[in-house]
């Protein structure tokens, strides 16, 4: 398994929104991980767009980059411009 990063400011809507992406399409291949350079809780319109396409990410949490520090990532993908 590839461990995947997705990086964005706050951890609640575009990394949870790829997060939720990668894991239900690379469910086989990666191990998904996201976070933020700061936290701010999962959007609910996050979720709700999320739960349009079958996948739940109600589950989720908005972790901070901090928490993943001794993981080796193959990949880091950053979705904003302020990560």
């Known amino acids: ?3 995947i990063l997705i990086l964005c400011t706050g951890n ?3 990394s949870q929104i790829a997060h939720g992406y990668f894991k239900y399409f690379g469910k086989d ?5 996201s976070a933020g ?7 609910p319109r996050a979720i709700a767009t ?9 589950g989720h ?3 901070h980059l901090d928490e993943y520090v001794n993981i080796t990532f193959e ?3 950053t979705v904003c ?3």
């Open 75 to 77: 990949y880091i993908l």
């Open 29 to 33: 291949v990666l191990d998904v991980y």
């Open 50 to 58: 999320m739960n349009e396409d079958g996948i739940d990410i109600s």
């Open 1 to 3: 398994m590839k461990k």
């Open 12 to 14: 609640s809507c575009r």
């Open 61 to 63: 949490t908005s972790n």
């Open 37 to 43: 350079i700061q936290t701010n809780g999962v959007n």
């Open 81 to 83: 411009d302020h990560a």
